[in-house]
């Protein structure tokens, strides 16, 4: 006799190859639609992460390979610490800053120009631009928002920044379409784009039904990364502060399986793949 019970799909942690770290899960000043987080409607909340739970995070790992941390969240430099949690990432590898551009300037850029060179680790951005056109852009987002997005590309450009743009299809537009939008803004700022530079991402609806995953994935980010944040380990920064997500309190003592059991998850294996992470291999 045959069970009707449903039994999730689980994913197994192959290796730690990427360090997310959620700086703030409360603070930011964008507030878009398409955003996955449940931000506090009336008032801030002080949420940002100890650098003394980083430092202990970096203590646990030091027999993993970590190829790049990920300074996530909210809005990751709205952080007090934000340059010396930088600066300490740095030691330990590269270091990619997931960002919607709005504190940066050409004084910011040079700073943080100045701080790789200290470095033998690389700063990676990942810009957030979710439409070609302005309008649409700042429909999901806020007026000025795409403006503001381009200042911050056009500085990163200036100190030789290579910054990837990270596009959530909010609209469902066909990848081509998206391609050949953002290759002609690239080309009005001098901006040699290569696709590499372009990361599209399908955008998770809240209110989307969790479907039964088959085992028909390529990668997942769970598969080669966990999620730091105040309260604990989490599986990835979808699942961040969720407990169907939580593996442990530290990287001293944490699960290493995932279960695959919701809406989240859908989005990321309807991906194809990774979603927060960078493939380094296309880069070789």
């Given at each position: ?17 990427n ?11 964008q ?14 909340e002080?949420?940002?992460?100890s ?25 990751p ?9 930088l ?7 590269n ?53 503001q ?16 743009i990270?596009?959530?299809n ?42 039964e ?21 989490y ?10 997500g939580?593996?442990?309190?530290s ?7 995932s ?26």
């Amino acid at each position: 006799m045959k069970s009707n019970i449903y039994q999730s799909e689980v994913a197994e942690l192959k290796v730690l190859n990427n360090l997310f770290i959620e700086m703030t899960a409360k603070n930011c000043n964008q507030h878009c639609k398409h955003c996955y987080i449940d931000f506090p409607k009336y008032k801030k909340e002080t949420d940002f992460i100890s650098i003394d739970v980083i430092k202990q995070a970096l203590n646990d790992t030091t027999k993993d390979d970590i190829e790049c941390i990920y300074l996530t969240g909210a809005e990751p430099m709205t952080h007090p610490d934000f340059n010396a949690i930088l600066r300490l990432c740095l030691k330990r590898s590269n270091v990619c800053i997931c960002t919607n551009g709005s504190f940066i300037n050409e004084k910011k850029a040079r700073f943080l120009k100045r701080v790789e060179e200290e470095s033998e680790n690389e700063i990676i951005f990942k810009l957030s631009i979710d439409h070609y056109e302005e309008i649409k852009n700042d429909d999901i987002r806020y007026r000025g928002a795409y403006r503001q997005a381009i200042f911050a590309l056009k500085h990163l450009l200036k100190y030789s920044f290579n910054p990837i743009i990270t596009v959530t299809n909010y609209y469902n537009l066909p990848e081509d379409e998206i391609v050949q939008g953002f290759g002609a803004v690239f080309n009005k700022n001098n901006f040699e784009m290569d696709r590499t530079n372009l990361q599209i991402n399908p955008w998770h609806d809240s209110a989307s039904e969790f479907e039964e995953i088959k085992n028909d994935w390529d990668k997942l980010d769970c598969e080669y990364g966990r999620i730091l944040t105040a309260t604990g380990i989490y599986t990835c920064p979808f699942l961040a502060n969720d407990y169907r997500g939580r593996c442990g309190s530290s990287f001293g003592d944490y699960n290493k399986k995932s279960s695959l059991e919701t809406s989240f998850c859908n989005t990321c294996i309807k991906s194809q793949k990774q979603m927060f992470s960078i493939d380094f291999s296309k880069f070789e």
